[in-house]
């Protein structure tokens, strides 16, 4: 009994002594630190929010990148714009590699669905296109070594295109405050 109660007690300290555990798809809602808009980003520009929820999170950071950024530049333009985060800077000064969807978005204002200008924002992915180079990469392995190699040649088509969620309009720009709200999916980046 003592001996029980003492591993019990052992693992709950090394769990603290580890911080808090990062569990896959694990939801995020994070507050933008500066503007994010498709007129002055760029691809590759650094972003940064800081974890509101879940609570063992909450005052961390996530960094990430504009994965792409294209101004509709008219009216009747389409603008799309793509935000992937992918380090959680802890209180404790330790930083984990994670992985990172865009489910919902709320700008400055607090509405939902729309950007600072008032224009509708709907989320895109590009599973079909991802789909359908993994399916040519398992035809071209099937053909070049078997079943074997067609499972390889998936594999290599799916890590060759990742999953990518965008932001898209039909407006001149998207542009988000800092203070706007992103609600993300989060999981551990898998070593490789």
Excluded at 5 to 27: D, R, V, Y
Excluded at 74 to 98: E, M, P, R, V
Aim: positive net charge.
């Amino acid at each position: 009994m003592i001996r029980s109660t003492l591993l019990l007690l052992l693992s709950a300290l090394l769990a603290l002594a580890n911080g808090p555990q990062l569990a896959k798809n694990t939801e995020f809602r994070v507050r933008l630190l500066a503007p994010v808009s498709t007129n002055t980003n760029q691809k590759g520009d650094k972003i940064s929010a800081q974890v509101m929820t879940p609570e063992q999170f909450a005052g961390s950071i996530v960094e990430g990148e504009v994965r792409e950024a294209k101004s509709g530049k008219k009216l009747k333009g389409k603008s799309t714009l793509s935000l992937a985060f992918q380090t959680l800077h802890l209180k404790d000064k330790s930083k984990l590699d994670i992985r990172s969807d865009v489910k919902s978005f709320t700008n400055s204002q607090g509405k939902a669905d729309v950007d600072e200008e008032g224009f509708m924002v709907s989320k895109k992915n590009n599973i079909g296109k991802v789909a359908a180079v993994s399916g040519i990469g398992a035809l071209i392995g099937g053909i070049a070594g078997g079943g074997k190699g067609a499972a390889i040649g998936a594999g290599v088509g799916a890590a060759a295109s990742l999953i990518i969620v965008q932001m898209a309009a039909t407006a001149p720009n998207i542009t988000f405050d800092s203070g706007s709200i992103l609600v993300l999916d989060v999981s551990p980046r898998e070593k490789r």
